[in-house]
């Protein structure tokens, strides 16, 4: 890595968890310190830092299994944007990754996606961010649904058994850390004993944050989400895929307005990893 007089790169670490909230922060991003706590654990990165001590910029990684990983926080504090330090530490994470083996993927931003064309990414499918506000939320009377109900200890091998064909690859370590996160969110679907799908969730620096969520029984998404709405105050957000016109109807028909879009986006690859037709919301942007 490199450094000039003014500023230095180098890897990031808990020690850097206050310059990396501010850049969550001046982002308007929703990562609180549990938030970066978890991808620095399960994953690493690399800052910019100038003379000052400012962290002006960041990039995770998280690997998934031995194919993929998930490029992350790619992040520049506003006073310092134009300056290269996003392609610079994106040039890194894709190096890093490389060295490894594992393709990069990421989930990216309007604005975000129009760097990472240039880096080589391309575009596969996507999502869309949905909020529910404090003063939003309409109650409305559901039918009945899948027997729902609270993740037990027991439930983890069939939940990974689901997870891992739809994601494309085991996820443990991050699920089981999301499940102590927003208890109420933690929930699996059954039909006669056997899971159909499962949600998390996760409080944030804004808002909680309801997901991921992946299902194999069409009723199954909607009864989840019904249970963790009874238990969740607003504000929420909640990242659906675009090939479920259905559930987005169900979310605006309970108040959730459309925030911003996010496409998936692989480099060297054809297309993203796993089954997306059992993902119905993502863990978000920063976790897959």
């Not at 962290?55 to 520049?76: D, E, H, K, N, Q």
């Not at 969110?185 to 039909?191: D, F, I, N, P, Y």
């Amino acid at each position: 890595m490199g450094s000039t007089e003014r500023e230095l790169d180098h890897p990031l670490g808990v020690k850097h968890l206050a310059g990396c909230l501010e850049l969550s922060r001046a982002a308007n991003w929703n990562q609180n310190e549990a938030d970066w706590r978890i991808m620095l654990e399960i994953g690493h990165g690399w800052g910019i830092t100038l003379a000052d001590g400012t962290l002006a910029a960041s990039t995770l990684v998280i690997p998934y299994g031995s194919r993929f990983a998930w490029i992350s926080m790619v992040l520049v504090s506003p006073a310092h944007r134009r300056k290269g330090y996003a392609s610079r530490l994106l040039r890194t994470a894709i190096a890093d990754l490389k060295t490894r083996g594992l393709t990069p993927i990421l989930d990216a931003t309007p604005a975000g996606r129009e760097v990472y064309v240039q880096e080589g990414f391309r575009d596969t499918w996507g999502f869309k961010r949905y909020a529910l506000g404090s003063d939003d939320a309409r109650v409305l009377r559901d039918p009945a649904w899948p027997s729902v109900r609270t993740i037990r200890d027991s439930d983890w091998p069939q939940i990974l058994a689901l997870d891992e064909p739809a994601f494309g690859a085991s996820r443990d370590a991050l699920l089981r850390a999301l499940a102590s996160r927003l208890p109420g969110s933690a929930l699996v679907a059954e039909v006669r004993g056997r899971i159909v799908g499962f949600l998390l969730g996760r409080e944030g620096r804004e808002a909680s944050q309801i997901g991921p969520l992946v299902a194999t029984e069409p009723l199954a998404a909607p009864a989840l989400l019904a249970a963790a709405l009874e238990h969740i105050a607003p504000p929420i957000y909640t990242d659906i895929v675009d090939r479920e016109p259905q559930l987005r109807g169900w979310l605006e028909a309970r108040g959730f307005a459309f925030q911003r879009p996010y496409t998936r986006m692989v480099h060297g690859a054809d297309r993203a990893p796993g089954d997306e037709r059992k993902i119905m919301l993502v863990a978000g942007p920063e976790l897959g």
